[in-house]
C-alpha cells in the first residue's frame, strides 16, 4: 500500500542514541564486556530498560554493585534465553533479578534482532511493554 510514498521523516537508531531513548553498549566502558560475553553484533538498550536492571540514570547503585556486574548479569540471562530460543527467532523474553539494596526484584525484559540504520543486524534490549 504505500511502497511508492515518499517517505516524511525517519527516526533513526543513531539519533535514539543521540538523544538518550537508547544507551549504546559499545561505548567504550561497556563494548569489551558485550564482546566477553560473545556478542558479535552492536547491542543497545532502552534508557529505561538500561536504568532498571543496570544502573539508575539518576540515582546510586546499591553497595557492593557496580555497573559492570549489573550488565554481565543481563547480558549472561539474555545470551541463556538466546540458547533456549528455537533457531530463527527474532526475539526473546527474559527475566532479570536485580538487586534494590534490600532484595532482588524481578525484571521483565525483551530483546530484538533486527536491521540497523543501515540494515546491518542490531540488537535492542528493552522492557516488556516498550517498542
Known amino acids: ?5 515518499d517517505v516524511i521523516h525517519r527516526y533513526t537508531r543513531a539519533q535514539a542514541i543521540a538523544d538518550g ?3 549504546d553498549l559499545m561505548q567504550t566502558e561497556t563494548k569489551p564486556l558485550v564482546r566477553e560475553a560473545g556478542f558479535k553484533v552492536p547491542i543497545a538498550m532502552t534508557a529505561t530498560a538500561f536504568s532498571e536492571t543496570v544502573a539508575p540514570i539518576d540515582g546510586e547503585l ?5 555497573l559492570k556486574g549489573r550488565l554481565w548479569d543481563v547480558l549472561m ?12 527467532e527474532d526475539c526473546v523474553h527474559f527475566t532479570v533479578n536485580v538487586f534494590n539494596g534490600q532484595k532482588a526484584v524481578p525484571v521483565q525484559l525483551w530483546a530484538l534482532c533486527g536491521p540497523g540504520d543501515d540494515l546491518e543486524p542490531v540488537i535492542t534490549i ?5 517498542d
Open 77 to 88: 540471562v539474555f545470551k541463556a534465553e538466546i540458547r533456549r530460543a528455537p533457531a530463527g
Open 126 to 130: 528493552m522492557l516488556e511493554g516498550e
Open 1 to 5: 500500500m504505500f511502497e511508492d510514498a
Open 62 to 66: 546499591p553497595p557492593g554493585q557496580d
Open 21 to 23: 531513548v537508547l544507551v
